[in-house]
C-alpha cells in the first residue's frame, strides 16, 4: 500500500521522475541530431530502402550569348543506412546509395542516346550519369571532434535544410600540371530538403517525408566535347522523396528496369567501395574499363 501511495503522489505531484520517450528530437543534442539527419536521409530502420527522384532542365552559360536549353534531366538516388558506432566518433550511420542522372531532349524528352553540339556541330555520344557508390557517414562527432549539429531550420511547423557544397579538386581527365596550366574541376551543388517538423523531430518514427531541390554549376561535361570553349553548364531540379521504388515515374522506372537493372536497389550495407563521380564514371569508360550499357 505504502508503494502504491507513493507512486499516485508521483503522478499527481510530479514529485518523481519516470523514464519516458522523450516528446520530440532536440536537433541541438548531438545524438537527436544524428537520428534527424538519419530519418531525412534514409531511415532508422538498418536496411530499409529509400529513394530520391528529380527532374528539371540545364543550361549553358557563355559570355555574349542567350542561354541555351541543352537537356531535360531526371534523376534517383536509391539508398539505404545502418546504425553504426566508430571508435572516435561514437554514435552514428552509414549511409550507402547509388544514383542516376539522364539527359533527355528538351523538345521531346525522349532519353538521348546522341546530341548534337550547337557550337561544333558534331554529333556525339551522350554518356548518362551512372554514379556507383556514393556513400557517406555520419556521426555524434565530426572529423573535427566537435559534437554533429543539425544545420536545418524549423518555423511555421516546417523545417527546411539547405546544403551547398562547392568543389574544386584535381580534375579525373586532367594530367599532374593543373596547378600550373589549370583545368582543376570546380563546380557547386546544392541541396534544398523541405517537410513537416512533426514527423522529422517525432522520436516515434523512423522516417521523414521531404520535398528536394538541386541545383548544380560545373564546368561542360566531358562527352560534350567542348575542346576548352569558355563557358558553364547549370542545372535547376525539383523532387520529391517517394513512398518506394515503384512510386517513381513510368518512364524513369522502365529505363532503369530495361537499361540499369543494378540500380534497383542500393549497394550492400558493408560497401567499403570509394565514391564515384560522373568524371570518374567518363574516365572508366573512355579507357576501357568499364562498358556503357547497350540501349
Request: proline residues 6%; contains cysteine.
Amino acid at each position: 500500500m505504502r508503494f502504491l501511495t507513493r507512486l499516485l503522489q508521483c503522478f499527481i505531484l510530479a514529485a518523481c521522475v519516470l523514464p519516458t520517450h522523450a516528446e520530440q528530437l532536440d536537433p541541438d543534442k548531438a545524438l537527436d541530431a544524428v537520428k534527424i539527419a538519419m530519418k531525412s536521409y534514409c531511415s532508422t530502420v538498418d536496411g530499409e530502402m529509400t529513394t530520391f527522384w528529380w527532374e528539371g532542365k540545364a543550361f549553358s552559360r557563355r559570355q555574349g550569348e542567350r542561354d541555351k536549353h541543352l537537356f531535360n534531366v531526371e534523376g534517383m538516388n536509391t539508398r539505404a543506412c545502418v546504425g553504426d558506432d566508430h571508435v572516435s566518433r561514437g554514435q552514428g550511420f552509414r549511409l550507402v546509395s547509388k544514383e542516376i542522372l539522364l539527359y533527355r531532349d528538351p523538345k521531346t524528352n525522349e532519353v538521348l542516346d546522341s546530341w548534337q553540339n550547337p557550337w561544333t556541330d558534331e554529333t556525339v555520344s551522350v554518356l548518362h550519369v551512372l554514379n556507383d557508390p556514393v556513400n557517406m557517414a555520419v556521426y555524434e562527432k565530426g572529423r573535427n571532434g566537435k559534437p554533429f549539429r543539425w544545420s536545418g531550420r524549423i518555423s511555421e511547423g516546417k523545417w527546411r535544410l539547405n546544403i551547398t557544397v562547392p568543389l574544386f579538386y584535381p580534375n579525373p581527365l586532367g594530367g599532374k600540371y593543373q596547378n600550373e596550366v589549370g583545368g582543376t574541376y570546380h563546380a557547386t551543388e546544392m541541396f534544398n530538403f523541405l517537410g513537416d517538423a512533426k514527423e522529422l523531430l517525432d522520436p516515434k518514427t523512423t522516417t521523414a517525408f521531404s520535398h528536394v531541390g538541386w541545383a548544380r554549376i560545373s564546368d561542360w561535361f566531358p562527352w560534350m566535347n567542348m575542346g576548352g570553349r569558355e563557358g558553364q553548364l547549370y542545372m535547376h531540379t525539383a523532387g520529391l522523396r517517394l513512398s518506394s521504388w515503384e512510386a517513381m515515374p513510368e518512364t524513369m522506372k522502365s529505363e532503369i528496369v530495361k537499361y540499369y537493372p543494378s540500380y534497383m536497389k542500393p549497394p550492400p550495407l558493408d560497401d567499403t567501395r570509394k565514391n564515384v563521380t560522373s568524371w570518374e564514371y567518363y574516365k572508366r569508360v573512355a579507357s576501357g574499363e568499364e562498358a556503357v550499357p547497350t540501349r
